[in-house]
């Protein structure tokens, strides 16, 4: 609503005071309907923030943990949402004070640091290990950018794992999908991987997220981890 107090007094204005003050009344109705457009859209803008399907997936993954993540899950997600789901997952590890290294599977560096970008995380405050770019592309030189020779090295994504557990504190791994490993590895040495690494990752005191949806390899694994997480937006 305009100012009643407004239209009393150009009522009652002479017309020669009128012309005098329609620079200031057109500034007025200027900024009365400039500012009765923009209260909406800020208001639509927050619901599209609160429905979009990334801010969804970071409320129910709290809500699933109901406080700082600690110790290891394995996290299913709707594969539509698959980059949504590792955006929350670095967002919750990066929440519970840790440094997120995540591991890259389905990713390259390039693609992973322009989803980073898009969910406007600072990708300079994680670790990246990429099993997939040494095959197509020369590696560059990065800072906390890590790369493996192929994802049929275990041992050396194992070994690069410890190396970062050396060199950082307090450190939250966030496996991306290994349901690709099943295209380089049958199930029982998958199975062996995880179970090694989580015993390292506990031992060490540190976090993981396994993100993982064959419910076969699941409920093999559940046994090595401290809870389970679905991401289904």
């Known amino acids: 609503m305009f100012n009643n107090k407004f239209y009393s007094y150009f009522a009652m204005s002479?017309?020669?005071?009128?012309?005098?003050?329609?620079?200031?009344?057109?500034?007025?109705?200027?900024?009365?309907?400039?500012?009765?457009?923009?209260?909406?859209?800020?208001?639509?803008?927050?619901?599209?923030?609160?429905l979009s399907s990334d801010q969804s997936l970071l409320r129910e993954a709290r809500r699933q943990m109901?406080?700082?993540?600690k110790g290891q899950a394995i996290v299913s997600f709707?594969?539509?949402?698959?980059?949504?789901?590792?955006?929350?997952?670095?967002?919750?590890?990066?929440?519970?004070?840790?440094?997120?290294?995540?591991?890259?599977?389905t990713l390259?560096?390039?693609?992973?640091?322009?989803l980073m970008q898009e969910k406007n995380i600072d990708y300079a405050r994680l670790i990246v290990v990429d099993t997939i770019s040494k095959n197509i592309s020369k590696?560059?030189?990065?800072?906390?950018?890590?790369?493996?020779?192929?994802?049929?090295d275990l041992t050396q994504i194992q070994i690069k794992i410890v190396n970062i557990m050396d060199d950082y504190k307090d450190v939250c791994f966030v496996i991306?999908?290994?349901?690709?490993?099943?295209l380089y590895h049958e199930?029982?040495?998958?199975?062996?991987?995880?179970?090694?690494?989580?015993?390292?990752?506990?031992?060490?005191?540190?976090?993981?997220?396994?993100?993982?949806?064959?419910?076969?390899?699941?409920?093999?694994l559940s046994q090595f981890v401290d809870s389970q997480m679905s991401l289904k937006g």
Do not use: C
Not at 66 to 69: F, I, M, Y
Not at 78 to 105: M, R
Not at 176 to 182: A, H, I, Q
């Open 66 to 69: 109901g406080g700082e993540h």
């Open 14 to 50: 002479s017309e020669q005071d009128r012309d005098k003050n329609i620079p200031q009344i057109e500034a007025f109705l200027s900024k009365s309907v400039a500012k009765q457009q923009k209260e909406p859209k800020l208001k639509f803008d927050e619901l599209q923030e609160l």
């Open 187 to 220: 199930d029982k040495i998958i199975y062996k991987f995880i179970y090694s690494l989580s015993k390292i990752i506990r031992k060490e005191k540190m976090s993981a997220f396994y993100m993982l949806n064959r419910k076969s390899l699941v409920s093999q």
């Open 139 to 152: 590696p560059i030189e990065a800072p906390n950018l890590f790369f493996i020779d192929s994802l049929r």
């Open 78 to 105: 709707d594969p539509s949402l698959h980059k949504d789901a590792i955006a929350t997952l670095v967002k919750i590890a990066l929440e519970s004070g840790s440094t997120p290294a995540i591991i890259l599977t």
């Open 108 to 114: 390259n560096y390039k693609s992973f640091y322009r």
């Open 176 to 182: 991306d999908s290994l349901d690709v490993m099943e």
